[in-house]
């Protein structure tokens, strides 16, 4: 049987943290369907213009992006794994996710790409609108300091110069437009297992999930 694991869940859950660890117990793949939406975002980035839908349109329809097995993020050829994590790419995945032709592209590619089966996937909209039909369903999240504070210490441990501050207020609104976008927003599916991991550790969060899937 085709198994398929749907994780959605607000800015900074753990959901990729959490989502790689069962990959590897489980022996599944693991799809990123962020890191698709953080490519569309840095591609636009590049083209040095300032916010316009069609050449939006342009980009999305020329865009080649893939997923390697190593979790590697390629577009067009270009391995952009590291430059599509800085807040600003952040930021522009949100902004280009709500639009309807950006949503339709990578939805197709994320269902072809879950078609094989042994695979977990994360991201806002999978048990509602991607994968409707997936095995287990995981609406994950937490409180909005404990999210905050989980981000301000991997981007301090990366080196990288933060305020514990800015980063709740850029999550808090990503959050806001990502819930209250018109298509697809994040939503938990009804038929989707709750998880608070707000007084968890990644390791309780996934073993409780994995708990679920081999259906105990
Ligand atoms: O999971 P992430 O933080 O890397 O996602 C970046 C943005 O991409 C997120 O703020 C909204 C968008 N996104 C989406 O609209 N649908 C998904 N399935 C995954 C991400």
């Not at 022996?27 to 939006?56: C, H, N, P």
């Not at 094989?116 to 999978?126: C, E, H, T, Y």
């Not at 981007?155 to 018109?182: C, H, N, P, T, Y």
Request: charged share 35%; proline share 2%; no cysteine.
């Amino acid at each position: 049987m085709k198994k398929i694991i749907a994780v959605d869940g607000p800015a900074g859950a753990g959901k990729s943290t959490v989502s790689k660890i069962l990959a590897a117990k489980l022996g599944y793949t693991y799809i990123d369907t962020g890191a698709m939406y953080r490519a569309v975002g840095w591609k636009f980035l590049q083209s040095g213009k300032s916010f316009d839908e069609k050449i939006l349109q342009e980009i999305v329809s020329a865009i080649d992006i893939q997923l390697d097995a190593s979790a590697k993020v390629l577009v067009d050829g270009e391995d952009v794994t590291k430059k599509i994590r800085t807040p600003e790419v952040s930021k522009l995945a949100s902004d280009v996710s709500k639009f309807g032709f950006v949503r339709k592209k990578l939805t197709d590619l994320q269902r072809k790409m879950a078609a094989q089966g042994k695979v977990i996937m994360d991201g806002r909209d999978i048990g509602t609108q991607v994968l409707p039909n997936a095995d287990l369903k995981i609406f994950l999240t937490a409180s909005l300091e404990e999210r905050s504070r989980r981000r301000f210490e991997e981007l301090k441990a990366k080196g990288a110069e933060v305020e514990l501050e800015k980063i709740r207020q850029e999550i808090f609104l990503r959050d806001k437009q990502d819930s209250e976008r018109e298509i697809a927003p994040l939503k938990q599916a009804e038929d989707a297992i709750f998880l608070d991991s707000t007084n968890l550790s990644i390791e309780e969060v996934a073993e409780k999930i994995l708990e679920l899937a081999n259906g105990k």
